[in-house]
């Protein structure tokens, strides 16, 4: 195997790629990739899109392991949509979120994993030793860009920014965090990261904004129906009784939610 090749496997294994959505590919924004620029950190670029779906850029080379089928290069960055990957749609919570560089939203899953939310679009910047992380975050940027710039503030579908007004539209009524999640039927750790979340964005990302009229436990089985759907549409339509039209409507009520869009 080609050592592009082999280091692409990376990202299956990284799980920065993000699965197909109901009956059809995964979805394939017009919008520009970002990288680190040609160089970084003294690392050439070592992998560059292949084709209008792959996002994908790593720097460096990687030692392969004896018997393994792929490596690790030294950094990486994927671009995804700020609809399938954002904190909300994840399973996994960030153990830390902030502004970074203005107004994009940064979430660390680990201390060389980050995913940054700006505009329409979610980059998630991955290094294999910690001292690049924070150098990596500085340089990351459009590919047309010659200097990193300002970041804007993430956009997020209306069904993530629901779910962030279910706990502030609560917030002066109960007050505590374990107050509000009991109010919602959210974990303690889930209503703290969607507080957090709110205060970063401002009032104004939320302004008109209504609370969800689903409870948790129909947004989860929802979550799991568009999950199930993304492969197999046609036998999840039968097992549901609908039609997969009738199924594609159904789970968009959960857009941005699913981890894919």
Known sequence: MARTGRIALLV???ALLLPASVGGAA???PEEAWWLGPYFAGMRVTHEPEASWDKFYAY?????PEGEGGCSPPAQVQTTTSCDRNPIAL???PYEVYLLRGGGLAATYESTAVDIG???????VYTNEFPLVGAALS?????SQPE?????????PLPVLRELVRVTAVEDKYGSVRAIAKATELAPAEARLRLRIAELLGPEALAGVRPPTMSIETVERLRQLSFNAQYDPVRTAREEGISVAKLKQ???RVRGLAGFC
Do not use: F, I, N
């Open 118 to 124: 700006t505009g329409r679009q979610t980059v998630t």
């Open 27 to 29: 979805s394939k924004s």
């Open 91 to 93: 399973d996994r919570l």
């Open 148 to 156: 990193p710039q300002p970041l804007a503030p993430p956009v997020y």
């Open 12 to 14: 299956a294994l990284c």
């Open 250 to 252: 159904k789970v968009r």
């Open 139 to 143: 340089e990351v940027r459009l590919h």
């Open 60 to 64: 460096g080379e990687c030692e392969l």
